[in-house]
């Protein structure tokens, strides 16, 4: 009976049911724009700083981040890699054997950082292939190196020119060796692109005297934002005796602050977002009641309890409420999704500075089911808080005033 | 003149649109203020406390960080006395090397400064939080590390280090220092990478008495950093002479995000602005139905009706903006003096990117005119569409 008369009182007057859902709506579309702006600015960022090196998850010998050196490298067998293909949320993976050696070039030294990688499937995890500037990617039997571009730059060497490699092998030896850079890269990070030397993995096993070991196993995640999930069933599946299980925020605790910073700003903004929301979804409840208060006055004169008026008038809030966050989230879905798709693109000046650190300045949204139901259910609350606002009114009606 | 009256006549209608104009001028003004106070801190930690307003280097200094790129002080000690607008400046001279104690080594610039002009162009000796800022009696071979290397390598005041480098012949040299004390800037990566020491003891090991490979000029005012730029420029063709947006590019990536980002939500905040306009306005359109029908019954001009409505919201706008924005003005001077504490939110990380946890929020009042006029456009669109909604009513059906 109640639902029945709230039911058609909607009906009654269209137009006004419309404008009320459409103002629930257009908040619910609102607030998960701006989140899922925000989320996919944070996963470009990471993506970005994840794919100039570390990767998301990474594998070591226990004790190996701490302490990194060829002493903490492990045997890298066909039963360890069957396992973390197997595990579920890892898509693949990419071998290194990595150390910090001595790089000269003719007179000039400078310290390096050398990676042994597996050239095809580093590529698959950090796209190293699109870093090349000069010269040619490497093969699993090339003997060339890649140099940093700023690395190169700083030792005076070019592509062909005969670099000496002085680092210590595996059980303390003496590595010394004799490369011919193969290819330039350039990195964003002015860090890495002063320090990275590349070699296929089996020329610098070969070089430091480490047969079959690696330091690194560089793990790509199926779903970047699952990389937590990857990262865990690693961890079950690898023995925590021999394996360390790392993922990038502990790699890179700083990209994470900074992150984390920003969601604190933007954690304003979006209080001020709802702010703005509550008071549209309250304006024309406000206008609504305006509107109706002949017809409630009308209503309680005639006999009609206060209480059971207001119940009709909540029945009718939270039904407006209700379809306009469902008809919200229903807007909401394409319109992130076209946002993803096509993302919003910066040019000029900004696109310059971001592209000095290797960032291309795009901000995609992110589309997360959990997105969609937090902001509806957020905007569901203040929908329901507000609707107390005309039970409230009508309960304090004044028949006589309201009907003159 | 019509719609002044209808303003007043339905004083609940209009404030409520009156205030959801308010609220989108101030939500604009303080989000926009939040974002400039953000970048304005960072750069101001940028200059007053880490690169200053202008720097010189040969030209070959950056790329390569070899000794033997140097000038001399008696040069710069001659000249920048004279240069317009300076308020301090600092001659440093630099060396990338290696820092080494029982528990390990690590890779460090070491920058011989003099303590008490290092002091006066970046407030050092505030920085340093245990232990002293050089100590007083003169003692040859001190060094000033940051928190986190300190941590790192398990440094306390008094401890030993040894520093290794190459001297001006490229040749490896080794000194070995005592910490005087351990500085926390508000940069914690510039911290682990650097290391201070007498510019005097850094010289003796590199064989340069008189080397200066940087120097650093705070000016008194930002107006002036381009003339000051040209006249060094001009004192100085042989070096290279840059001023900080050049010197620090991450500075000016963290500015070029903020300005992104503070657009995108900028226009969010203003799509739900219209929206609430939007909304309020067809209400009161559809409230009035039988009054805007009855208009047109006696033969009021469509045009008319039409402007009727679009002046009623110009009116709210006009009466709103400016009473936002003083709201906005308020609340900025209210938190621009506490400071808006985001380490409760953030875990007091902030400073590990270079800001300082407390947001002092600026409004910039050359975007003021731009928030006013997107509000007061947003509000203007957004009442077209009710007044064009008014428009189509049919006056026999609208006064039924």
Request: aromatic share 8%.
């Amino acid at each position: 009976m109640l639902l029945t008369l709230a039911w058609r009182n909607i009906w009654r007057n269209r137009s006004r049911s419309l404008i009320t859902m459409a103002s629930v709506g257009s908040a619910v579309v609102l607030a998960t724009l701006t989140v899922s702006l925000q989320k996919g600015v944070f996963d470009n960022l990471i993506a970005n700083v994840v794919s100039f090196y570390t990767g998301y998850v990474q594998v070591h010998r226990v004790g190996y981040w701490k302490e990194q050196t060829l002493e903490n490298s492990f045997q890298l067998s066909d039963s360890i890699s069957k396992k973390v293909l197997e595990t579920h949320d890892v898509q693949y993976w990419t071998p290194r054997l990595e150390s910090f050696a001595l790089l000269s070039s003719g007179e000039k030294t400078k310290g390096c950082m050398v990676a042994g990688i597996a050239p095809e499937s580093e590529d698959m995890v950090t796209r190293l292939k699109s870093k090349l500037v000069a010269g040619d990617y490497l093969t699993d039997s090339s003997r060339q190196v890649l140099v940093g571009e700023g690395l190169a730059k700083r030792l005076g060497a070019g592509v062909g020119d005969t670099l000496v490699l002085l680092g210590q092998g595996y059980f303390g030896s003496t590595a010394a060796g004799k490369f011919a850079v193969g290819g330039l890269l350039h990195f964003g990070s002015p860090e890495l692109n002063e320090r990275l030397v590349f070699m296929p993995l089996a020329r610098a096993q070969e070089w430091l005297d480490a047969p079959g070991m690696v330091t690194t196993m560089v793990i790509s995640p199926v779903n970047p934002s699952e990389s937590g999930a990857a990262a865990a069933g690693l961890h079950l599946a690898l023995s925590q005796n021999e394996f360390e299980v790392m993922r990038w925020e502990e790699m890179m605790p700083d990209i994470e602050e900074h992150i984390r910073t920003d969601t604190a700003s933007s954690k304003i903004i979006l209080g001020v977002l709802y702010l703005l929301i509550s008071f549209g979804i309250f304006a024309t409840l406000l206008m609504m009641l305006i509107e109706r208060r002949r017809e409630f006055g009308m209503l309680v004169a005639l006999g009609m309890k206060k209480a059971q008026l207001a119940r009709v008038v909540l029945a009718e809030s939270v039904l407006l409420t209700l379809t306009g966050c469902l008809a919200g989230l229903l807007i909401s879905l394409p319109i992130v999704w076209w946002l993803r798709e096509r993302p919003i693109r910066i040019g000029g000046e900004t696109a310059k500075t971001f592209e000095k650190f290797g960032f291309e300045a795009v901000f995609p949204a992110a589309f997360e089911p959990n997105v969609f139901l937090e902001q509806a259910s957020i905007v569901l609350a203040v929908g329901l808080i507000l609707a107390i606002y005309p039970v409230v009114n009508v309960l304090r009606l004044k028949p006589v005033e309201a009907m003159r | 003149m019509l719609s002044w009256r209808n303003l007043w006549r339905h004083r609940t209608r209009s404030l409520a649109i009156m205030a959801s104009v308010v609220l989108g001028t101030w939500a604009g003004a303080f989000i926009l203020s939040i974002y400039y106070g953000m970048a304005e801190g960072r750069v101001k930690i940028a200059i007053e406390q880490e690169v200053s307003h202008l720097q010189a280097h040969h030209p070959n200094f950056r790329d390569e960080f070899e000794a033997k790129w140097h000038f001399t002080q008696g040069r710069m000690d001659s000249l920048l006395p004279k240069m317009p607008g300076l308020k301090a400046y600092s001659l440093r001279s630099q060396a990338q090397g290696m820092l080494a104690n029982a528990s390990g080594s690590n890779g460090v610039q070491i920058n011989g400064v003099d303590p008490e002009r290092e002091d006066a162009i970046r407030g050092f000796r505030k920085m340093v939080k245990s232990g002293l800022y050089f100590d007083s009696t003169g003692k040859r071979n001190q060094i000033l590390v940051g928190k986190k290397l300190a941590d790192k390598m398990k440094l306390v005041p008094g401890s030993k280090v040894v520093l290794t480098f190459q001297d001006t012949g490229q040749e490896i040299v080794s000194g070995a220092f005592r910490l005087a004390g351990i500085f926390e800037s508000p940069n914690a990566p510039l911290d682990e990478g650097n290391v201070y020491v007498r510019r005097s003891d850094l010289n003796a090991l590199l064989g340069t008495p008189d080397a200066v490979m940087e120097a650093a000029v705070l000016l008194s005012r930002e107006e002036i950093l381009q003339e000051s730029l040209d006249w060094w420029r001009t004192n100085c063709p042989d070096l290279l002479i840059e001023d900080w947006r050049s010197i620090s590019p991450e500075v000016a990536l963290v500015m070029s995000s903020i300005d992104v980002s503070s657009m995108i939500f900028l226009v969010i905040i203003l799509i739900a602005l219209a929206f609430g306009i939007v909304n309020t306005m067809l209400m009161a359109v559809l409230e009035r139905t039988r009054e805007i029908g009855m208009l047109l019954a006696i033969g009021m001009n469509r045009l008319r009706v039409f402007w009727l409505i679009v002046m009623e919201t110009i009116l709210l706008a006009l009466i709103g903006c400016p009473v936002g924005l003083v709201a906005a003005w308020l609340t900025v001077e209210l938190l621009s003096k506490k400071g808006l504490d985001l380490s409760g939110f953030a875990g007091n990380m902030m400073k590990d990117f270079g800001f300082s946890a407390v947001i002092y929020p600026v409004l910039p009042f050359e975007k003021l005119g731009l928030i006013i006029l997107m509000t007061a456009g947003t509000a203007l669109l957004s009442s077209v569409f009710p007044a064009w909604k008014a428009l189509r009513l049919r006056p026999a059906e609208a006064i039924r």
